[in-house]
């Protein structure tokens, strides 16, 4: 019994080490080929990139291609990470690329489209205040009329809650253009919903 109950406390330490490690220090682990680093970097990521490319590609298997290519990348270019933005917004940087690219070659460059929404995202959207059972399909069908543009913004930041220097840097574009299209995104959404019967939406 006290073997066990080492071996658990063992696995107890291991496990809150392996979350007070930052994401930082875990590139830089995978930068020397450290594989546990690279294991805990997708366990902490793997979903939340997997959800920011379905998003964009419209399919599973597609997606869960693509998010094997990003870590894949992420292995081999763990060194490249200057620290100018988050690992978050660096990662999703690279899926978002990829995701793009596998559009243009699949020659579906229009993504405006009915969006996937199918996987429930903990963040809460902007209609938080409302009924989240009725508004969730709603919202779904709104977002999805959104243009391709717009429809991202709103992607990044409510639903991978990014702020609008990590959105900025994620699309390619400046902070100024981001609160533009965050501006008519909003009012265009605000306008969609409140066709479809919804007349207040929470900022």
């Not at 809150?16 to 680093?37: F, H, K, N, P, V």
């Not at 990521?45 to 399919?59: A, C, G, P, Q």
């Not at 869960?64 to 894949?72: A, I």
């Not at 995701?99 to 020659?107: E, H, S, V, Y």
Request: aromatic share 6%.
């Amino acid at each position: 019994m006290p073997n066990v109950i080492a071996i658990n406390a063992a696995a107890k330490k291991h496990i809150a080490a392996a979350r007070a490690t930052s994401d930082e220090m875990l590139l830089g682990s995978i930068a020397t080929g450290d594989r546990t680093a690279m294991h805990t970097l997708y366990a902490r990521h793997n979903v939340r990139v997997y959800r920011f490319v379905l998003r964009m590609v419209r399919d599973t298997t597609m997606a869960e291609d693509l998010v094997s290519q990003v870590f894949l990348d992420v292995w081999r270019t763990a060194a490249q990470f200057e620290g100018r933005s988050q690992v978050s917004t660096w990662l999703l940087s690279i899926a978002r690329f990829k995701a793009l690219t596998a559009l243009r070659q699949r020659k579906h460059e229009d993504i405006d489209q009915e969006d996937v929404l199918e996987i429930a995202d903990g963040a809460d959207t902007p209609e938080a205040s409302l009924d989240r059972a009725t508004t969730s399909e709603i919202l779904r069908a709104c977002v999805a009329k959104l243009s391709p543009a717009h429809r991202e913004i709103i992607n990044l930041v409510y639903y991978h809650e990014k702020s609008v220097e990590e959105a900025g840097l994620i699309i390619g574009i400046p902070q100024s253009t981001v609160k533009t299209r965050m501006f008519y995104a909003r009012k265009q959404l605000a306008d969609l919903l409140k066709g479809a019967g919804v007349d207040s939406v929470a900022a």
